[in-house]
């Protein structure tokens, strides 16, 4: 695969945020480097905007307007946005928006109306979704789950917690149960892999979860951070966080976050403005490796084909309003430490005896991130040098570096420790040498047993030997070599 260019990326974690009171969208680097900064909106409408998420294969920021009935977007990118086409759908009083990637559609809840509706991000055409057996009382914020095929969302007035399955055949509401506080709850997150749902309490300030199935609710310790009028969550699984915004009082503009550990948590360096109304907060990150990439080789010897796998990447977490999926990979290959020019495509054949290895770059709209393969020891079985007084031979083996090297056959005696073979009537010995570094061992190979015997009946026998290089890190493999002994016989007298 050739190396993809990800355009518009922007080097830094962010997380983005609406003001509903400044009429802005906001962002900043998670690390708080740069400050504060405003979207460039020009062409959308930004009207009392409550709710945010972001679609990356897009390159676009999503917001809903509370006021005015527009679903609005921005790129990413900083050139500007407008409003999506969403004639003949109800849009009364949107508040929370989320994605389905997948289906390519954008949600939002409507807070003026008992209905959650749904458009497409490219033709606009969409639809109320069904939601009969569930609660839709002034609904405000969801999240589409699509490891369960439902869409969350919180009931202001109930309250409550409701839910949709996404093909449209009706819903129920979750039955909470426990310790948490379910007062005013604006905002909600889902992460399907650890079964638990967080949501943000507006009048009690507080942050909650509870598994799935609604068992047991607990209040997030919170400690170190500011929780004041809470809109909207965002989950990290893989840095343990669930993020907020809080809206008003003197923590107004201020992003903050929990650990999900329950060792309490700390404002973000950067918020917005005071009385900016800052709510439904959603997270940009650069790719996150969970496992790196594997080299496959169709062998150990000079001119073998070697084959990088793309390693493992954490996926969007849609319904945690968390997204990193990368969305290009770029390759490059070196040998023994110094990378190879040109070689950045996903194969590449080894042209000499090294330590060869690659290194994998996702991209995405945030930054990239790089994982390396362990090492693939490509090493050289040299042409035998014989000695015809003898009957023996030297076996040149070129090795990359440090390891362990081991020649063995049948029929073949070795210098050094020597093993046999189980249920086998032919002895098999080996030589096993440590090797410190790169070098060219010379490997003393003499038959035995029955080839010995026909060595000095006819002069010439043929062996083969069975050459495995294991570097200290990484991946060898085992090359044969075909031998002819030959040996000069006495004249008789």
């Known amino acids: 695969m050739l190396a993809v260019w990800v355009p518009g990326a922007l080097g830094a974690d962010r997380v983005y945020w609406a003001n509903f009171a400044g009429d802005t969208i906001s962002y900043a680097n998670i690390d708080g480097v740069g400050g504060t900064v405003d979207l460039n909106t020009a062409g959308a409408t930004v009207n009392e905007p409550i709710g945010l998420t972001i679609d990356p294969a897009g390159g676009r920021v999503y917001w809903a307007n509370h006021t005015g009935g527009k679903i ?4 990413l990118d900083g050139s500007g946005g407008g409003d999506l086409n969403v004639s003949g759908i109800t849009v009364s009083g949107p508040v929370g928006v989320s994605i389905d990637p997948a289906a390519r559609r954008i949600y939002w809840a409507n807070s003026g109306t008992s209905k959650i509706s749904y458009a497409n991000l490219e033709s606009g055409v969409g639809a109320d979704l069904n939601t009969t057996g569930a609660s839709v009382n002034n609904a405000f914020g969801n999240a589409v789950d699509l490891v369960t095929g439902r869409l969350y969302w919180t009931n202001f007035s109930d309250p409550s917690i409701s839910y949709a399955n996404l093909d449209g055949s009706g819903g129920g509401n979750l039955a909470i149960s426990g ?27 507080k942050i909650s979860s509870a598994n799935l199935d609604g068992s047991g609710a607990v209040d997030v310790n919170t400690a170190g951070a500011t929780v004041s009028q809470p809109y909207g ?45 800052s709510n439904f907060p959603a997270l ?21 084909t070697l084959t990088c796998s793309q390693g493992a990447w954490a996926g969007d977490l849609v319904s945690g309003f968390l997204f990193r999926a990368p969305l290009g990979f770029g390759y490059q290959w070196s040998r ?20 060869y290895a690659c290194r994998v770059t996702a991209s995405n709209r945030a930054g990239s991130t790089a994982q390396g393969s362990a090492i693939a020891a490509i090493f050289r079985v040299g042409k035998p040098k014989l000695n015809r007084r003898r009957g023996t031979a030297l076996l040149p083996v070129s090795v990359p570096g440090a390891g362990t090297l081991n020649v063995y056959g049948r029929g073949i005696v070795t210098p050094g420790p ?24 010379r490997v003393l190979i003499k038959a035995k047993g029955r ?24 991946a060898g493999g085992t090359q044969t070599r075909a031998i002819t002994l030959q040996r000069k016989r006495k004249r008789r007298r």
């Open 179 to 205: 310790s948490a506080t379910l007062n005013t709850p604006l905002g909600i997150a889902v992460d399907p892999a650890q079964g638990k749902i967080y949501w943000a309490n507006d009048n009690a300030h």
């Open 284 to 304: 940009l990150m650069d790719p996150r490796g969970t496992a790196p990439p594997e080299i496959a080789a169709t062998g150990t010897k000079i001119g073998s």
């Open 72 to 75: 609005s977007y921005a790129n």
């Open 233 to 277: 969550v965002a989950i990290d699984p893989l840095d343990g966080r669930v993020y907020w915004a809080n809206s008003s009082g003197g923590g107004s503009g201020k992003i903050s976050y929990a650990r999900l550990d329950g060792s309490g948590g700390a404002d973000l360096p950067s918020g917005g403005s005071p009385g900016s109304g």
């Open 336 to 355: 023994n430490g110094g990378d190879i020019a040109g070689a950045n495509q996903s194969t590449f054949a080894a042209q000499a005896v090294g330590e």
């Open 451 to 474: 080839k010995l015997k026909r060595l000095n009946k006819r002069g010439r026998v043929k062996v083969r030997a069975r050459v495995t290089f294991t570097p200290s890190a990484g």
């Open 418 to 441: 020597r093993r046999r073979r189980a249920k086998s009537r032919v002895a098999s010995s080996s030589i096993v040498k440590t090797v410190s570094a790169a070098r060219t061992i």
